[in-house]
């Protein structure tokens, strides 16, 4: 089976732009998590997805939105662009979420100028 | 609210010493615990997880033990590999929630 894939795998932004970003889960998988990894911060958690309906969301602003496809493709969605949103954006799929396997994507890397 | 807390890094061990990285959980209800490494140029990865209390989980050589009662679930191996040179992450997610917790990373050298 192939893995979760992302795309772009690299960005480069400049403050006040936006940018969407796309993740494919494995084939079957109808739950997609999205992630933020920075040095300092480690791994925050932005929301989850399954079938189309988002079922938990971390605290981040408004600004990052995502959503989810009939055929559980995920985007997600940053508007309006910081310097600190600069980190991998990882996303991270399953079969159903909660205390299943999440199996991960190998990042897109965002850079804002 | 819930958190993950596991030991600053870098830790560096030699080949065939013992490994211990602590992480102490704070949630509520019975969350499922895991451990993911990341190795270098790699993704994260699914190294061992529990999902009840004094469950134990394992994979490659490592064990950790889901403990309620210290609401800890330290990873430990008996003798460490230059390969287990990577980043080490404990997680968590409360039962019904499908949110993710994760801890910082706590990066392992090991040297020959």
């Known amino acids: 089976k192939a893995g979760v894939t992302q795309t772009p795998r690299y960005l480069i932004k400049t403050r006040g732009q936006q940018v969407t970003l796309s993740c494919s889960p494995i084939?079957?998988?109808?739950?997609v998590s999205w992630y933020q990894q920075t040095p300092g911060q480690g791994l925050q958690f932005l929301f989850e997805?399954?079938?189309?309906?988002?079922?938990n969301k971390g605290n981040f602003p408004g600004r990052f939105s995502g959503r989810q496809f009939s055929n559980s493709r995920s985007e997600m969605n940053v508007s309006t662009l910081e310097l600190g949103d600069s980190a991998l954006y990882l996303c991270?799929?399953?079969?159903?979420?909660?205390?299943?396997?999440?199996?991960f994507g190998p990042g897109t890397r965002l850079l804002v100028l | 609210g819930d958190s993950v807390t596991q030991m600053e890094g870098p830790v560096t061990l030699s080949e065939e010493a013992f490994l211990t990285i602590n992480c102490t959980y704070t949630?509520?209800?019975?969350?499922?615990l895991f451990w993911y490494v990341q190795y270098p140029g790699e993704g994260l990865q699914l190294l061992l997880k529990?999902?009840?209390?004094?469950d134990k989980g394992s994979n490659k050589g490592f064990e950790a033990t889901y403990r309620k009662e210290t609401t800890s679930f330290h990873l430990e191996k008996g003798s460490v590999q230059v390969s287990d040179s990577a980043v080490y992450f404990c997680?968590?997610?409360?039962?019904?929630?499908?949110?993710?917790?994760f801890g910082t990373g706590t990066r392992l050298k090991v040297l020959a």
């Open positions: 991270a799929s399953s079969l159903s979420g909660g205390e299943e396997t999440q199996y």
């Open positions: 084939s079957g998988h109808r739950s």
């Open positions: 997805y399954f079938s189309e309906t988002q079922r």
């Open positions: 949630a509520t209800g019975y969350p499922s």
């Open positions: 529990a999902t009840k209390a004094d």
């Open positions: 997680a968590l997610t409360p039962s019904g929630t499908y949110k993710y917790i």
